[in-house]
């Protein structure tokens, strides 16, 4: 279909063409790459050429999926529709069964190098993996079945990703990550409980755009989504720096919306950038609505961030009216000083006066 046809296409589907252009350049900015790209990204984005996605579950609650669902810059019919063949996915496809495990076979077979697999969930290899079975099949069998045939494979949600909450000490099923059990392959791991749906989304956009993934961190997540910590651009910071926490849930200070380190949060130490790009297209966020971040997009985070409403050690706290006052004490020494400085001024420049004074007088003395 040309492109003319596709820009019909995508009006038919309910989806205006400005529409679809404020979503690419979302996508830019999102990845942080500069609006110029927005064009490139729209020709990529609207080809006739969708690329084949196998979406596999294993062991998660589905809520990477019903975060996708809500998703609204694009929404998921133009995901489905217009941006990518959304050709297995056990939750949203019509199709069950032995119909739906034949989709899969078709679909990988059909597509050996040009699909991009998408894992939502931990894969259990206690057992020989017996802990989670499709169609007769373990996850770890189907997993290396379809991983190795992929183009690119991103792990979505910290299950997938790190193995997940099921992995938490003891884990009784032997839960891992994908990148644990797949090697030699490109992986992209979007952690999250759940990951905000646009960063998967402009991750997808970038493949499509660019024919290679963003830049990872060490641990394999998009450096645009994951480089930074929270606490960075989190609304209640200014509270942090002033000293001013919520000392317990429903005290004054929550109903202020004082900062939440004392009371649990993980912000200081959890690199995401669920701050500033927010969920369902409300700028909502946890810790917006008076709940400490849990440092969900960490691994291990189930084990390492426990309590979850205890403050972890090791972090200053800004004591004694926090950096207010003590800018306001520096102010008061540098005022200090400057009038020393001005007096200092002020004494030498009557010195000098009071010398050319005399040596005026002197001068007539001598006359």
Request: proline residues 7%; aromatic residues 6%.
């Amino acid at each position: 279909m040309g492109k003319k046809g596709h820009e019909i296409e995508l009006a038919g589907g309910g989806v205006s063409r400005r529409t679809f252009l404020k979503g690419c350049a979302i996508a830019a900015a999102t990845l942080g790459l500069s609006p110029e790209v927005v064009p490139r990204m729209v020709k990529a984005a609207m080809s006739p050429k969708r690329p084949p996605v196998i979406w596999l579950h294993f062991q998660e609650c589905t809520g990477c999926s019903e975060a996708l669902l809500r998703a609204a810059r694009p929404d998921i019919a133009t995901l489905i529709l217009d941006l990518i063949s959304l050709d297995y996915h056990e939750t949203l496809m019509a199709a069950a069964g032995k119909q739906a495990e034949e989709n899969l076979h078709n679909a990988v077979n059909k597509n050996v190098g040009k699909f991009i697999c998408v894992v939502e969930g931990g894969i259990p290899t206690k057992d020989g993996g017996i802990y989670c079975k499709i169609g007769g099949k373990t996850a770890m069998e189907i997993l290396n079945e379809v991983a190795p045939k992929a183009k690119a494979i991103i792990a979505i949600g910290t299950c997938g990703a790190f193995g997940g909450v099921q992995a938490a000490k003891p884990n009784p099923t032997g839960a891992v990550g994908v990148q644990d059990l797949i090697k030699g392959r490109p992986i992209i791991n979007i952690p999250g409980c759940p990951p905000n749906p646009e960063n998967f989304l402009a991750t997808v956009v970038q493949i499509l755009t660019y024919g290679r993934p963003p830049e990872l961190d060490e641990l394999g997540r998009p450096k645009f989504a994951y480089g930074r910590k929270i606490h960075d651009h989190c609304e209640r910071r200014p509270h942090f720096d002033e000293g001013r926490f919520v000392e317990r849930f429903g005290d004054p200070g929550h109903k202020k919306g004082y900062c939440l380190y004392k009371v649990g949060c993980k912000g200081p130490v959890t690199y995401s950038n669920c701050s500033v790009e927010r969920f369902c297209n409300i700028g909502a966020w946890p810790v917006g609505a008076g709940h400490g971040c849990i440092g969900c997009t960490e691994p291990g985070f189930w084990d390492t961030m426990t309590p979850i409403y205890k403050h972890l050690p090791g972090i200053y706290i800004p004591v004694g009216g926090g950096i207010r006052e003590q800018a306001e004490e520096i102010g008061k020494v540098a005022v200090g000083g400057a009038a020393a400085v001005i007096a200092a001024h002020a004494a030498v420049g009557i010195g000098k006066k009071i010398f050319s004074l005399r040596c005026s007088t002197e001068k007539k003395e001598e006359k």
